[in-house]
T-cell receptor
């Protein structure tokens, strides 16, 4: 299994440009999510999905869109990039389990710089 | 509201000495608790998790953590630090059956001195 994969690894955008960060998992996990990591702030949830066709907002959703057309893929779209979106982005997935116990599996991250 | 606090942003230890990384949580429900490690420029890897079974949880690479409900703590320990343990460590709480809320601490950067 490749686990959770993310592309690209690095990206530089100019303010106002749009782009899509790709995320795929081959573990047949129902739950997927996007986080951003900023220094001193841990990881913050942007959007998440509990299955194909179902998405919802997390803690910091503004400026981002998601869709989930298949179980495997969960792309994150930046509509109009801003310097405040400079961050490291992580995709994660987990199985649907009863209760809280599900371990999340993380991708290697995408380092995005907006100038 | 649920929250998690990592009490130290940086910890330095000498190689071969014990490691203690502190985590307190706040939750109205029975939580699941996790510790993840992130090596420089890498993704997050699960070290261990507590899900209401044994309160002393053993993880990978010699790490363990003890869930103390009375103290609302889940501190991470290792008897003897190794240079390869230098990384950032995140305490995470998951609460709410059926919901998808994983709350991350702000991280503790562990430095291991030769």
């Amino acid at each position: 299994n490749a686990g959770v994969t993310q592309t690209p690894k690095f990206q530089v955008l100019k303010t106002g440009q749009s782009m899509t960060l790709q995320c795929a998992q081959d573990m047949n996990h129902e739950y997927m999510s996007w986080y951003r990591q900023d220094p001193g702030m841990g990881l913050r949830l942007i959007h998440y999905s509990v299955g194909a066709g179902i998405t919802d907002q997390g803690e910091v959703p503004n400026g981002y869109n998601v869709s989930r057309s298949t179980t495997e893929d969960f792309p994150l779209r930046l509509l109009s990039a801003a310097p405040s979106q400079t961050s490291v982005y992580f995709c994660a997935s987990r199985q649907k389990v009863t209760g809280n116990g599900g371990e999340q599996y993380f991708g290697p991250g995408t380092r995005l710089t907006v100038t | 509201a649920q929250s998690v606090t990592q009490l130290d942003s940086h910890v330095s230890v000498s190689e071969g000495t014990p490691v203690l990384l502190r985590c307190n949580y706040s939750s109205s429900y029975s939580p699941s608790l996790f510790w993840y490690v992130q090596h420089p420029n890498k993704g997050l890897q699960l070290l261990l998790k507590y899900t209401s079974a044994a309160t002393l949880v053993k993880g990978i690479n010699g790490f363990e953590a003890e869930f103390k409900k009375s103290e609302t703590s889940f501190h991470l320990t290792k008897p003897s630090a190794h240079m390869s343990d230098a990384a950032e460590y995140f305490c995470v709480v998951s609460v709410g059956s059926g919901t998808y809320k994983y709350i991350f601490g702000t991280g503790t950067r562990l430095k291991v001195l030769a």
